[in-house]
């Protein structure tokens, strides 16, 4: 007798990446109230989540094709839709079209670079993202504006700022420059005591002053992909920077199945 397989989805995993998007919803719905620190620390909690999910899932073996495209319809609205929007609230509704263009700008390479990412998995070279990770991505919009109410900056005098950091982000989303995915680190090996040390000065400096630290850390990460890029190549080419995702897709798997000693058409 054929047994049939239970219908259904699985909790945990889904659960932390429900947590995740009510994060980021949250955040959309504190900015239309003027409580912009909420809404960029509920885009860096979002972040946690997100990064929970997947991990409890192999942890667990509850991976599934329902997670893996709720997962990424979660991240269309905390690190697409989210910072945008708050940034939208924040600063740049005083430079009227060019605002909600950078906005735009955001949201198109936060859509793009998400569903760029979904093409290639199992393909890509997995110690390396091409283009911003959208989490990193919202991550510099986000801290930035916890940073400026931190120091009471006013918006309207930073609306220009605001405009330059969200499009160069939905920007950095969609280009070929690769941003260190560090999946190679091996968090279960052994390492120094002193290098405990050094994690828990790090979260010292952090809960001294979050939003400065975190904004530096994800700005750096930012442009360590352009800085990388331009100091590897000899002659950066057009496509180095920006190219079609499916020529880098079928390079890339040809790279990979020559290795494995296949050809492209097995």
Known sequence: MNVKPKKGIYLLPNLLTTAGLFSGFYAVVASMNNQFEAAAVA?????????????????????????????????????????????????????????????????????????????????????????????????????????????NLEPSQYS??????????????????????????????????????????????VATEPALVLFAAFALYACSGPINTFRTVDKVKLEDVVGDPENDVDSELTTNDEKNGYKKDD
């Open 43 to 151: 885009i860096f909690i979002a972040m946690i989540f997100d990064g929970l999910d997947g991990r409890v899932a192999r942890i667990t073996n509850t991976q599934s094709e329902f997670g893996a495209e709720y997962d990424s319809m979660a991240d269309m609205v905390s690190f697409g839709m989210a910072p945008a929007l708050v940034a939208y609230n924040w600063g740049l509704t005083d430079l009227g079209k060019l605002g909600w263009l950078a906005a735009f700008i955001y949201v198109a390479g936060a859509a793009l670079r998400l569903a760029r990412f979904n093409t290639q998995v199992g393909i890509a070279d997995p110690r390396f993202f091409q283009g911003l990770a959208s989490p990193a991505s919202a991550g510099v919009v986000a801290g930035f504006i916890w940073l400026a109410q931190d120091y």
């Open 160 to 205: 220009i700022v605001i405009a330059v950091i969200t499009g160069l982000s939905g920007l950095l989303m969609v280009s070929n420059f690769k941003y260190s995915s560090f999946k190679e680190v091996n968090w279960a090996g052994k390492v120094p005591f002193v290098a405990l040390l050094i994690v828990m000065l790090i979260f010292v400096v």
